[in-house]
């Protein structure tokens, strides 16, 4: 059981090592950590995405998988992996119809009432605004929003850790 609370950012491109990372961080204080799984299942391809990442997680894992609201999941006194803030905003930003400001104040809700919660959570995040341009306007605020909720996040993070290449940068 783990007193106090401490906000881990784990951040960086698409297969940076962030995930793999984050797992052995979270074993490495923890003999049963929890994963908790952001991701909604929109579709049959994207149930079976989930299900052999939950099948990679077996003992000593314990899954939860919630698509917004996981400040209030008991898992006081845990050491939790939260994989991950940009499928996390996807969820904010279609049920609020792309609405930025909103899916921000939602956010740091979540996020302040994590911080009132004893554990360590390790927040997983991506850096999309370092690839391409993105073609739409739709694309673009979600662009900026991942941007913006990148920014909030690490701002109440106690650590903060860029992944580049496998290797993990301090930030």
């Known amino acids: ?32 950590p929890v994963y908790l799984a952001t991701a909604r299942k929109w579709d049959t391809e994207f ?3 989930i299900r052999i ?36 905003l996807t969820n904010f930003f279609v049920d609020t119809k792309n609405d930025v400001q909103q899916c921000l104040q939602l956010v740091e809700q979540e996020i302040l009432q994590l911080k009132q919660r004893p554990g360590v959570f390790i927040i997983i995040s991506n850096e ?15 662009t900026d929003l991942q941007g913006w909720a990148n920014q909030l996040i690490a701002r109440h993070a106690d650590d903060a850790v860029f992944m580049v290449s496998g290797r993990a940068v301090k930030i």
């Open 128 to 142: 999309i605004g370092m690839g391409l341009h993105a073609d739409t306007e739709v694309g673009r605020r979600f």
């Open 53 to 88: 990442h939950q099948n990679d997680r077996d003992e000593p894992w314990t899954n939860i998988e919630e698509e917004k609201h996981f400040a209030a999941l008991p898992i006081d006194g845990r050491v939790v992996v939260i994989d991950c803030v940009t499928l996390w």
């Open 47 to 49: 149930e079976d995405r």
């Open 1 to 32: 059981m783990t007193t106090g609370n401490r906000i881990v950012y784990v951040t960086g491109g698409v297969r940076s090592g962030k995930s793999r990372y984050a797992q052995e961080l979270a074993l490495s204080l923890s003999s049963n």
